[in-house]
């Protein structure tokens, strides 16, 4: 699996088959905003969303809970 199926299979297609799509598994306006941002690609390197040095920013229900984009 590819790391953008990998990410889409934990969020939106996990929140599919829980039937909660309508509010959660994606990041849409009216939704619950939970997600995290981290320095690098996750794209290219997977792991790195595991790695709490590389969060930068992390969302939850929509209020920051962590932000080091304002420093």
Excluded: H, W, Y
């Amino acid at each position: 699996m590819d790391p953008l199926a990998a990410i889409t299979a934990g969020t939106l297609t996990a929140a599919r088959l829980l039937g909660v799509d309508d509010r959660l598994g994606s990041l849409e306006a009216g939704k619950t905003a939970d997600f995290v941002a981290v320095d690098q690609d996750p794209l290219r390197d997977i792991g790195s969303l595991g790695r709490p040095e590389n969060v930068v920013l992390v969302a939850q229900a929509g209020a920051l809970r962590k932000d080091l984009t304002r420093l």
